[in-house]
């Protein structure tokens, strides 16, 4: 994947990567910046911010920065996680100025109208409900409670709904001023556009913003335990959760490898034995959570109260066999196959390889070329994998369950049952 890239005196990055065969044009702005970069008090704070930019700027008003994109078929959204937030948009060519003067309007120059507020904060409390409404949802944030108690990187995206409440125009000023600042900022754009005329864009609504953020991200120590909650529901969730890699690891890529083959798919050990031989789950995988200083690794599954006793001795024993035998030279190949695919096809789409660069350029400071992630992906070894698990294995585990579970409290029983 070609791309450029250009710095403003600010320190703001600009991306591009020019597919002249494309109609359309994916940009968006990315920052370093979440609920794992907020104080308690704040928390939930980074996504009612992404909400309420769309509320009304001193240019548009909430309807009108709908309109505007929509009168062109443009396609415009946001996201917030715990160490990103973006506003993106897809545009057709000749309308890519358009995309960059909105999401630069919203971000430099939202008016936080107490009206839209009032409205917002209720929105947002209500997606709050959702969450903990869905039990395959709610469990996943309880897990991130679970393996890092106490920290922001423990704590919701969306915050507790009291907090939400709490919430004034001053407050969303008050992040705004703390956690942007053009050195934590990377602009990107993938599709038909030249270099040159997207830096004069970008260069034109950024210059004077503001170089430095005056936040720091607290330490991220993972520390394991366990959270139960009993539900009148169907199903048993469970995410069994492990000490897993940071991003700059040297056994990120082993670690990916080895979730893909544990629980990554139709093939994977997890589901064969589980759900194709047992027949205990519909859902079971794996999966491996990356982070600046920790990561997660997880097995998640869904089951029934009757089920779930026989669940769990299953799974501590496939964890002991990957960690005492080693994983077959046809496993790692298939694995590593799906990965690299995996990794390719995304980078097809200009919305996902916006992404990866803008990520890539947030994370380590530049972009890593596609030969070289297939060439780390390919280097892994036998050994490597079995490494992986057993650095992982051998952690704490974070146990979490919901549901309908009866008296089945495992916890003390898993941890002797998974003891390496």
């Not at 930019?53 to 062109?72: H, M, P, W, Y």
């Not at 004034?168 to 703390?178: E, I």
Request: glycine letters at 8%.
């Amino acid at each position: 994947m070609q791309w450029q890239m250009s710095i403003l005196k600010n320190g703001l990055r600009i991306l591009t990567s020019t597919r002249p065969h494309l109609e359309t044009v994916s940009l968006g702005v990315w920052i370093k910046t979440g609920s794992a970069f907020e104080k308690e008090d704040v928390n939930g704070i980074s996504h009612f911010f992404e909400h309420t930019c769309f509320k009304g700027t001193t240019r548009r008003n909430a309807l009108q920065i709908s309109e505007e994109i929509e009168d062109v078929g443009g396609q415009m959204n946001a996201y917030t996680s715990r160490e990103f937030t973006a506003f993106y948009a897809k545009m057709l060519k000749g309308d890519t100025e358009l995309a960059l003067d909105m999401i630069s309007d919203i971000l430099q120059d939202a008016t936080f109208p107490e009206e839209e507020l009032q409205k917002e904060r209720e929105v947002v409390v209500q997606e709050i409900k959702q969450s903990i409404d869905t039990p395959d949802d709610i469990i996943f944030d309880y897990l991130q409670e679970t393996a890092f108690p106490g920290q922001p990187l423990g704590r919701t995206i969306l915050g507790p709904a009291e907090k939400v409440r709490s919430f004034t125009a001053d407050t969303l000023r008050g992040y705004l001023a703390s956690n942007y600042a053009a050195e934590n900022i990377v602009v990107c754009a993938v599709g038909n556009i030249e270099h040159e005329t997207f830096v004069k864009m970008t260069e034109s609504r950024w210059s004077g913003y503001k170089s430095k953020t005056d936040f720091r991200i607290e330490p991220q120590v993972y520390k394991g335990g366990f959270f139960i909650e009993k539900r009148d529901i169907e199903q048993a969730h469970i995410v069994l959760g492990f000490q897993g890699f940071r991003y700059e690891s040297e056994d990120y890529y082993p670690g990916i490898i080895f979730s893909t083959l544990f629980g990554g798919g139709m093939s994977s050990r997890l589901f064969q034995e589980i759900r194709e031989k047992r027949g205990l789950v519909y859902t079971v995988y794996s999966f491996a959570n990356s982070h600046t200083q920790n990561g997660l690794f997880g097995i998640y599954a869904g089951t029934g109260k009757e089920e779930l006793k026989e669940l769990m001795p299953v799974v501590a024993e496939e964890i002991r066999k990957v960690c005492n035998e080693k994983v077959s030279a046809k496993e790692l190949e298939r694995a590593k196959t799906q990965l690299k695919a995996s990794m390719l096809m995304g980078l097809e789409s200009s919305s996902s390889s916006a992404e990866v660069l803008a990520r890539q350029m947030l994370l380590f400071d530049r972009v890593i070329p596609v030969e070289e992630m297939v060439s780390r992906v390919e280097k892994v070894s036998l050994e490597d994998i079995q490494n992986a698990a057993i650095k992982i294995f051998a952690s704490k585990p974070s146990y979490t369950l919901l549901g309908s579970i009866g008296d089945y409290l495992p916890y003390d029983e898993l941890e002797k049952q998974i003891k390496l």
